[in-house]
């Protein structure tokens, strides 16, 4: 079992920068495959972005520019670093852990094996 715990959410001014930490413990395995998702109100879950263990990313078009998707050397902690956010980034984000991944990103939340509880991102106007 992989135990995910997502932390670095909060209240912003839209414009401004925050960087989410994602760390897994427990029976993780590598290689690995890591991403992000988020969930507004009355919406569908959204990819934002995801690393392969052999370090490809993919980021969805809305946050091209701004997400950046990184990890430690050990490949157990992810970071999403948000710049220039905007109110409509308002979610509750989401890290996702996959055992035994591809080298390709991981852009489907269905292939996800396991998930972190969320964190609350609020982007004020």
């Known amino acids: 079992q992989v135990h995910l715990v997502e932390s670095g959410g909060g209240l912003v001014q839209a414009g401004g920068s925050l960087r989410l930490s994602c760390a897994a413990s427990?029976?993780?395995?590598?290689?690995?495959?890591m991403g992000w998702f988020r969930q507004a109100p009355g919406k569908e879950r959204e990819f934002v972005t995801a690393l392969s263990w052999s370090g490809w990313t993919s980021y969805a078009d809305s946050v091209k520019g701004r997400f950046t998707i990184s990890r430690d050397n050990a490949k157990t902690t992810l970071y999403l670093q948000m710049n220039s956010l905007k109110p409509e980034d308002t979610a509750v984000y989401y890290c996702?852990?996959?055992?035994?991944?591809?080298?390709?990103?991981?852009?489907?939340?269905?292939?996800?094996?396991?998930w972190g509880q969320g964190t609350q991102v609020t982007v004020a106007s």
């Open positions: 996702a852990y996959r055992w035994g991944a591809t080298a390709q990103p991981i852009v489907m939340w269905q292939n996800y094996d396991y």
């Open positions: 427990g029976r993780t395995f590598s290689p690995n495959g």
